[in-house]
């Protein structure tokens, strides 16, 4: 029997399709995007090429407004401090959320430690979403940036990107959004939603690891953050991860193609998990919303009473992946940062649970799922002196 796989938040597998476009760029046309010669012609040609494909999924003008990086965290690294020490001598204050991505959070921490920077972290609503009101009241005279994410990889919340669009705007605030979990999931367009800064990775929407972009709206001006060649028009420089780019590419245009099938089908067998699981089990709590402003493949339950890592161990031995949090935290025993800012006491924090559906999952997986995790719920439950304490 295949492993059952439930945690394409962390990470997707590459379609065959991407693979078999990328492997020439191993061996036969390995030029260096840079070079003047044929063999390095060819490989700008196919960098921008995917840069078209990127800039097409995201809705983006011209191509020259995506920036090639190597993963979703160094884009928003680029986006936040680029713009910071851009910016500097006209503010120094930047807003964002308590439920970032720490590739956001830590980078605001730096900003603050090491550059002065003042940083408000709005707290979010039992559900996940960020206040306007709250956003409005937190923008000072030196504000320059908000960075919010588009949508949360631990509870699946979609922020109202366009309404904090509108309100940067109004207050002439540049907007960045921390996109990498929305893309290939829901429609993007950077130009009706009116969003300054984007930033993507393609390991997420069945692409390579390793290779990303952040989109800029033209005009812009950031101050890169690797410092060495003139590639991507001095903003990021460093060769070219070409072979990742046009699998990038290549994942983009099939993304394009398929998204709103894929969000049918995944959002719809999201609602059918999440009922079962209620009705199956007891004490249970669904973290972040319901319906349409979930992305169509999360769900995030709270098993009260047990460890989350005691589950997934457990999952794990029945050759079944899924996930505690953010893929980057696992490994600590820190309670998520995401669940608590919800309003949630440590000890459900830490029964929290994150199944992430994609590309490849059936109907066949859930039935799986669903024949083992009712029983290791209750084996754990009848180990746990909380459990006992209830009855
Ligand atoms: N932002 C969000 C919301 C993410 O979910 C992730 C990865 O989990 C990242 C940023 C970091 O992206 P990458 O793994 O490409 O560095």
Same mark, same amino acid.
């Given at each position: 029997?295949?492993?059952?796989?439930?945690? *394409?938040?962390?990470?997707?597998? #590459?379609?065959?399709?991407?693979?078999?476009?990328?492997?020439?760029?191993?061996?036969?046309?390995?030029?260096?995007?840079?070079?003047? *010669?044929?063999?390095?012609?060819?490989?700008?040609?196919?960098?921008?090429?995917?840069?078209?494909?990127?800039?097409?999924?995201? $809705?983006?003008?011209?191509?020259?407004?995506?920036?090639?990086?190597?993963?979703?965290?160094?884009?928003?690294?680029?986006?936040?401090?680029?713009?910071?020490?851009?910016?500097?001598?006209?503010?120094?204050?930047?807003?964002?959320?308590?439920?970032?991505?720490?590739?956001?959070?830590?980078?605001?921490?730096?900003?603050?430690?090491?550059?002065?920077?003042?940083?408000?972290?709005?707290?979010?609503?039992?559900?996940?979403?960020?206040?306007?009101?709250?956003?409005?009241?937190?923008?000072?005279?030196?504000?320059?940036?908000?960075?919010?994410?588009?949508?949360?990889?631990?509870?699946?919340?979609?922020?109202?990107?366009?309404?904090?669009?509108?309100?940067?705007?109004?207050?002439?605030?540049?907007? *960045?959004?921390?996109?990498?979990?929305?893309?290939?999931?829901?429609?993007?367009?950077?130009?009706?939603?009116?969003?300054?800064?984007?930033?993507?990775?393609?390991?997420?929407?069945?692409?390579?690891?390793?290779?990303?972009?952040?989109?800029?709206?033209?005009?812009?001006?950031?101050?890169?953050?690797?410092?060495?060649?003139?590639?991507?028009?001095?903003?990021?420089?460093?060769?070219?991860?070409?072979? $990742?780019?046009?699998?990038?590419?290549?994942?983009?245009?099939?993304?394009?193609?398929?998204?709103?099938?894929?969000?049918?089908?995944?959002?719809?067998?999201?609602?059918?998990?999440?009922?079962?699981?209620?009705?199956?089990?007891?004490? #249970?709590?669904?973290? $972040?919303?319901?319906?349409?402003?979930?992305?169509?493949?999360?769900?995030?339950?709270?098993?009260?009473?047990?460890?989350?890592?005691?589950?997934?161990?457990?999952?794990?031995?029945?050759?079944?992946?899924?996930?505690?949090?953010?893929?980057?935290?696992?490994?600590?025993?820190?309670?998520?940062?995401?669940?608590?800012?919800?309003?949630?006491?440590?000890?459900?924090?830490?029964?929290?649970?994150?199944?992430?559906?994609?590309?490849?999952?059936?109907?066949?997986?859930?039935?799986?799922?669903?024949? #083992?995790?009712?029983?290791?719920?209750?084996?754990?439950?009848?180990?746990?002196?909380?459990?006992?304490?209830?009855?």
């Amino acid at each position: 029997m295949k492993s059952k796989y439930f945690d *394409h938040a962390a990470t997707t597998p #590459v379609r065959s399709e991407v693979m078999e476009e990328m492997l020439p760029f191993f061996t036969d046309i390995y030029g260096n995007a840079s070079s003047v *010669h044929l063999p390095g012609q060819k490989a700008a040609g196919v960098v921008d090429d995917a840069r078209q494909k990127i800039a097409d999924l995201i $809705g983006a003008d011209r191509s020259e407004e995506i920036i090639f990086t190597s993963g979703g965290t160094e884009a928003d690294n680029l986006a936040i401090k680029g713009t910071a020490m851009a910016l500097k001598d006209k503010g120094k204050h930047i807003i964002t959320s308590s439920i970032e991505h720490h590739a956001v959070l830590h980078t605001c921490q730096f900003l603050e430690k090491h550059l002065g920077f003042d940083v408000t972290y709005l707290e979010v609503d039992k559900e996940g979403f960020v206040d306007l009101e709250m956003l409005r009241k937190s923008i000072r005279e030196d504000t320059i940036l908000i960075s919010i994410m588009m949508a949360n990889n631990e509870i699946g919340t979609i922020e109202p990107v366009e309404e904090i669009a509108e309100i940067a705007e109004e207050h002439d605030i540049l907007f *960045h959004t921390d996109a990498v979990q929305a893309v290939g999931q829901i429609p993007i367009d950077v130009v009706k939603q009116n969003i300054d800064m984007l930033s993507l990775s393609a390991h997420k929407f069945n692409g390579p690891k390793g290779v990303g972009a952040l989109y800029v709206k033209k005009g812009i001006k950031l101050v890169p953050q690797s410092s060495g060649g003139a590639q991507e028009r001095k903003r990021r420089a460093g060769t070219e991860n070409v072979p $990742g780019i046009v699998g990038m590419g290549k994942a983009a245009e099939l993304a394009k193609k398929e998204m709103m099938e894929k969000a049918d089908k995944l959002s719809s067998m999201r609602d059918d998990l999440i009922s079962r699981i209620f009705s199956d089990i007891d004490d #249970v709590l669904l973290n $972040g919303p319901e319906g349409k402003d979930r992305l169509p493949g999360n769900i995030n339950i709270t098993f009260k009473f047990i460890e989350g890592e005691s589950i997934l161990l457990n999952l794990n031995m029945m050759d079944i992946a899924a996930s505690t949090g953010s893929a980057c935290a696992s490994g600590s025993l820190d309670p998520s940062h995401v669940i608590l800012a919800l309003g949630r006491s440590h000890e459900l924090a830490h029964g929290s649970i994150r199944f992430s559906l994609g590309y490849g999952n059936d109907q066949e997986d859930i039935e799986y799922l669903m024949e #083992v995790l009712p029983g290791i719920i209750n084996r754990l439950r009848e180990m746990s002196p909380l459990y006992a304490k209830k009855k």
